[in-house]
């Protein structure tokens, strides 16, 4: 069965920091992947989205890039966090058009 | 703009009313349509999905959802809601594709309070 791990669950950095998240899918084969940040009462907002290795696509301009450097693991990255990237961010795969299957996210915290 | 609408941000139910939660989207042509839900310290998992066939689909949990396609609607519904229903829920879209890519779109959500 498929799996989909995200870490780390939760993470507190300075403003200025570099940040990685890494996110693995196991048990599928070139999965579409995506990077959502959750914020309350205004759902999920889609920040990335891979079909495949080295094609990233960005919806939403900001402080944040993303990368996928093999199949299964995409990474959101910053060179220079900033207050605002506080948030809830969530992994997500699935199969071209079928559902979703999310990861347990990251509570990031910039102070 | 393209958009998943949800009217009901925050709901507060006694225990054994009943619940609809409304979905309204704006994409034409054929779309997907699911429903997530998020229980409190749980990670997002999916409640139903429609993707053709009888716009009534049943899902975990004795939810069910109704696809009108002239209102652009997808409505959640249970007929009788529980205390461990309070829950977040999400509506999104699957609209047709842009560029060969799927890009699902959620609604901003809706509190589900369920008093015992």
């Known amino acids: 069965s498929q799996t989909i791990h995200q870490w780390p669950a939760t993470l507190v950095q300075p403003v200025g920091s570099p940040l990685s998240l890494e996110c693995t899918v196991e048990?599928?084969?070139?999965?579409?992947l995506y990077w959502y940040r959750q914020a309350a009462g205004r759902g999920l907002q889609l920040l990335f989205y891979?079909?495949?290795?080295?094609?990233i696509s960005s919806e939403v301009p900001q402080n944040l890039s993303a990368s996928r450097p093999q199949d299964r693991q995409f990474i959101l990255s910053s060179k220079k966090l900033l207050l605002s990237d506080s948030g809830f961010y969530l992994c997500?795969?699935?199969?071209?058009?079928?559902?979703?299957?999310f990861g347990n996210g990251t509570r990031l915290t910039v102070t | 703009a393209q958009s998943v609408s949800q009217h009901n941000h925050h709901v507060i139910l006694s225990e054994a009313a009943s619940l609809e939660l409304g979905c309204n989207y704006s994409?034409?042509?054929?779309?997907?349509l699911f429903w997530y839900v998020q229980y409190p310290g749980q990670h997002l998992q999916l409640l139903l999905k429609?993707?053709?066939?009888?716009?009534l689909v049943k899902g975990i949990k004795g939810f069910e959802a109704e696809f009108i396609k002239s209102k652009f609607s997808f409505n959640l519904r249970k007929p009788s809601v529980q205390w461990s229903d309070t829950a977040e829920y999400f509506c999104?879209?699957?609209?047709?594709?842009?560029?060969?890519?799927?890009?699902?779109?959620f609604g901003r959500g809706t509190s589900l309070i369920v008093h015992p």
């Open positions: 997500a795969w699935s199969e071209t058009d079928s559902p979703l299957h």
């Open positions: 048990g599928t084969s070139n999965p579409n």
């Open positions: 891979s079909v495949g290795i080295g094609q």
């Open positions: 994409y034409g042509g054929t779309v997907n």
């Open positions: 429609y993707f053709s066939g009888d716009p």
């Open positions: 999104a879209v699957n609209p047709p594709p842009s560029g060969g890519s799927y890009i699902p779109t």
